[in-house]
């Protein structure tokens, strides 16, 4: 009895363990990482499409980004906010499915597309860059940035949480 309640408790306390390095997240009863729900905001392509993009604002969460999800639907992405602009690259480290990356000035303005960005296989990962710096990075489904008929310099409209 008293090795049964030992084990109970053990393995509930292995439900708060960190995650691996360092990122945001919980580990859950089957003992993998589980995202944690993440702000939200709106964001309209020039052609008037808007689609909802979970916020990447802390560095935990921009290090995790889509890692170990298996899919992202079409009206979904991800808006990785950084503090300045500057040059930032991306990998698709533990990524399953391609995406298009696109990266924006302070601006809100096109400065970078990536388009169809495979799931990285095998060590070590490409990196993806743009060659001018941005503040936004936006993570949308493969093809989207083409069906958009996305271009350098095209404005992306979204607004921000206000901080406390």
């Keep these: 009895m008293e090795w049964t309640l030992a084990w109970v408790v053990a393995s509930s306390l292995s439900l ?5 390095a360092g990122l945001s997240g919980s580990v859950g009863p ?3 990482s589980q995202p944690v729900q993440l702000a939200e905001a709106a964001v309209r392509f ?3 499409t808007t689609i909802q993009a979970e916020l ?13 999800r298996d899919s992202l639907p079409a ?9 300045e602009p500057s040059f930032h690259d991306f990998w698709m480290k533990n990524c399953r499915f391609p995406i298009d990356i ?3 000035s302070a601006e809100k303005r096109i400065v970078h597309i990536e388009r169809a960005v495979p799931p990285c296989k095998e060590d070590p990962c490409p990196t993806y860059g743009s060659l001018r710096k941005a503040q936004y990075v936006i993570e949308v ?9 996305l271009r350098l310099g095209d404005p992306i409209q979204f607004e921000l949480p206000k901080e406390d």
């Design 141 to 149: 489904v493969a093809e989207l940035s083409s069906r958009e008929k």
């Design 16 to 20: 708060f363990a960190p995650t691996p």
């Design 46 to 48: 020039p052609s008037g």
């Design 30 to 32: 089957s003992g993998m």
């Design 56 to 68: 990447a604002l802390t560095p935990d969460q921009r290090a995790r980004g889509l890692m170990f």
């Design 102 to 104: 696109i990266w924006l």
């Design 75 to 83: 009206n979904r992405g991800m808006l990785f906010v950084f503090p």
